[in-house]
């Protein structure tokens, strides 16, 4: 029994980690125009298939790759907000109409995804990060410390742009009250695209580490993205360290449900606390 307990702490930490990225570019959406955008999780998609394109299928270097595949996405989400999301913030829709815009974004980019690569799973391999090192008594690869590192080290730079930058005090603003922060100045439609670039850019980081790790197909941004709002409504929409904290909470509860059940039940396990916590929160 003990010798199992590190590699759950550690696999609680790489989900929590991977749950924990996807939230933060979540949650800065959400921060500034105030709807969950379901489209988000296909950008995770995206963001993976990019890098499988570039340098499967171009041939690229694993770095350029990458940042192909981070300034694709980034674009993709910029002309989402300014072809769907914003002539619908513009004439005032309701959170639900933005919602089930969003979900039409999610279905339409997915369904893109199958046409131009199908559905098959794939694969992206770096030799380097594929490697297996022993921590404490527990086996990870190099690409899953990466993902813990990426996730902590974009947390800090958020949240010191959110709390210390004349930026994020405008993100604060347009996320308090839009007409607000015009009155007072903002460039709110800069400060949204800018939002939408960076969290675009973070849903690929996210789809490419999956990529790297496990591999990618199109649905799998609909489950990152279930994760993710179950860590932000158990963390709390209104502070990313909740956000964080909500999706280790989350990780490591799905992976003592594992070790005592099994992986089928996984998710299961996640929607139940969702539910159970909907139901008795103060």
Known sequence: ???IIPQIIANSIIAGSLYALVGIGFFMVYRTVKFFD???GALTAFGGYMMYWSFKSLGLHSV???AIALLLTGLLALCINQLVYKPLRSRKSSNMVLLVASLGVFTALQAVLIILFTSQFKTISISVLQKTVAIFGALVTRTQLVTIVSTFAIFVIIAIVLAKTRFGASIRA?????????IVGVNTRKVVSRVFIISGMIAALAGLL??????IEPTMGMQLLLKAVVAVIIGGVGRMYGVVI???LLAF?????????SGEWKDVVAFSVLILFLLFKP
């Open 1 to 3: 029994m003990n010798s």
């Open 38 to 40: 379901l489209g988000y």
């Open 64 to 66: 350029l790759s990458i």
């Open 174 to 182: 347009v996320g308090d009250d839009e007409e607000v922060a015009k």
């Open 210 to 215: 999956v990529g790297l790790d496990t591999g």
């Open 246 to 248: 909500g999706a280790f």
């Open 253 to 261: 509860i799905e992976n003592i449900a594992v070790w005592h059940l």
